[in-house]
């Protein structure tokens, strides 16, 4: 079941900043929010990850609020190459020890020239 | 060069045939992964291998069997084949079983059950 929730869609001016939410409210402490996006019929591409503390990198910045149950990518001057569905996933430990990626239904983002 | 390569990229079967996907990864990675990606376009873990090791059943019918000749290489075999099996098929793989490690995809392999 998935951990994320997530709106199924947004839209987002060509130049501006994308600020994708998602929610994530049963995360535990030791949890950490992973973010992939999709391209059309190609593979999920990684973005992002975090535990506690914001991270940025050339792609994007993450912002994870103090209580962890939610957090938001920001992608900060959008192209209409960042057409995507963007995943924000949460990474488990599994009962046999080993982790595993539970992916959210993910938010398809369109970026409009 | 790309770096996880899947092959077909389209598959169109009869139910009932038996087919393989195959997966290979020059990343010089430990970990490679199968993924189901349904029409509703969640991801789900199928199987995971380190080492050419099974370390992940993701309660899959025993009609999908991975294999794993060596640590570049994860195929799926898939017998029987059912129409909700029809789904795209990702293979992926990272440097480690940690999970800590950004995971590389293939482009994914469109099955079509009719």
């Known amino acids: 079941d998935a951990k994320t929730t997530q709106p199924p869609s947004m839209d987002c001016a060509e130049g501006r900043a994308a600020n994708l939410p998602c929610n994530h409210s049963?995360?535990?402490?030791?949890?950490?929010v992973y973010w992939y996006r999709q391209i059309h019929s190609q593979g999920p591409q990684y973005i992002i990850h975090?535990?506690?503390?914001?991270e940025t990198n050339e792609m994007a910045s993450l912002i994870i609020t103090e209580d962890r149950k939610s957090s938001t990518l920001i992608l900060p001057h959008a192209t209409l190459r960042d057409t995507a569905v963007y995943y924000c996933i949460v990474r488990v430990a599994r009962k046999d020890s080993n982790y595993q990626l539970i992916w959210g239904a993910g938010t398809k983002l369109i970026i409009k020239p | 060069d790309t770096a996880v390569s899947q092959t077909p990229k389209y598959l169109v079967t009869q139910m009932g045939n038996d087919k393989s996907i195959k997966c290979e990864q020059n990343?010089?990675?430990?970990?490679m992964y199968w993924y189901k990606q349904d029409s509703k376009k969640f991801l789900k873990i199928m199987f995971s291998y380190n080492n050419k090791e099974l370390i992940i059943n993701e309660t899959v019918p025993n009609r999908f069997s991975p294999k794993s000749p060596d640590k570049a290489h994860l195929n799926l075999h898939i017998n029987s084949l059912e129409l909700g099996d029809s789904a795209v098929y990702f293979c992926?793989?990272?440097?480690?079983?940690?999970?800590?490690?950004?995971?590389?995809f293939g482009p994914g392999t469109r099955l079509t059950v009719l």
């Open positions: 975090g535990l506690k503390n914001n």
């Open positions: 992926a793989s990272s440097q480690d079983w940690t999970g800590r490690n950004t995971q590389y």
């Open positions: 049963t995360i535990s402490g030791n949890e950490y």
């Open positions: 990343l010089g990675h430990d970990t």
